[in-house]
């Protein structure tokens, strides 16, 4: 088991296109397992998954996000965080519900269990043998479209979705950063960590440059930040505040 597991981490990689196959139910219930078993804060759960099956929910999706991973994959999960389940019983037993959700711990709170669970199913997935690809776009494209589609009520944010299929592809494993890079003793390290990260760069460019498939002339750090610079055009707190948040501290 234990060579099981490293081997899943070892060879992940994200799975773009997908054969028509259907997911086989014992595959779709070790997801769900997995999910709901993930890990939570104070094991609140502040989590929902929307598993979506019916292609027109995901055509329109596409539509919105332009990832076409999500038209051919068999199943799209989108992992939200969630504070409106435990409003709706907080209100039944009435109990007043103090405004957590409204604090940045609080939404983040929201956004780890609802990562953690999707990293949960992406493994879980894995193991069944099938591919999966991640997919932030589906919360920063549209975010009003999405939740309207998704009929998310306040109190609901979308976090990130989950493309799963069985994978058409089986793409190159791309370099990570070193060990040292990325994993640090005891604090922060106080090296100078310039020469390997230019090496990395360069491991990347390479890469890019000699993969199957597709190829490109992108670097590591430029294109990172090109994502940056388009990011810096989301207004991710307007869509956070119109599903019902309004982080104040």
């Not at 099956?53 to 799209?76: H, S, V």
């Not at 070193?178 to 005891?186: A, R």
Request: contains cysteine.
């Amino acid at each position: 088991m234990q060579t099981e597991i490293k081997q899943l981490f070892e060879t992940r990689t994200s799975v773009r296109r997908y054969e028509y196959d259907a997911i086989p139910q014992e595959a779709l219930d070790t997801i769900y397992t997995a999910i709901r078993n993930s890990p939570t804060s104070y094991n609140g759960q502040q989590f929902t998954v929307i598993d979506i099956a019916d292609q027109e929910t995901k055509l329109k999706l596409y539509e919105i996000t332009g990832q076409k991973q999500i038209k051919t994959c068999n199943r799209f999960m989108v992992f939200c965080a969630d504070y409106n389940r435990i409003g709706v019983l907080a209100k039944a037993k009435g109990i007043s519900m103090p405004e957590f959700y409204n604090t940045l711990d609080g939404f983040t709170v929201g956004v780890i269990d609802a990562a953690i669970t999707m990293q949960s199913a992406a493994i879980a997935a894995q193991a069944c043998g099938l591919g999966c690809c991640c997919v932030g776009y589906v919360r920063t494209a549209d975010p009003s479209a999405v939740a309207d589609l998704l009929k998310l009520p306040k109190g609901v944010f979308v976090v990130c979705g989950l493309a799963i299929g069985v994978p058409r592809e089986h793409p190159d494993l791309k370099p990570k950063l070193p060990k040292d890079l990325t994993i640090h003793q005891s604090h922060y390290t106080d090296r100078d960590m310039t020469a390997e990260l230019v090496a990395y760069d360069k491991e990347v460019t390479q890469y890019n440059a000699t993969r199957s498939g597709s190829k490109s002339e992108n670097d590591w750090c430029d294109h990172i930040l090109d994502y940056y610079r388009e990011a810096m055009k989301y207004r991710m707190l307007d869509a956070a505040k119109s599903q019902g948040f309004d982080i104040v501290k």
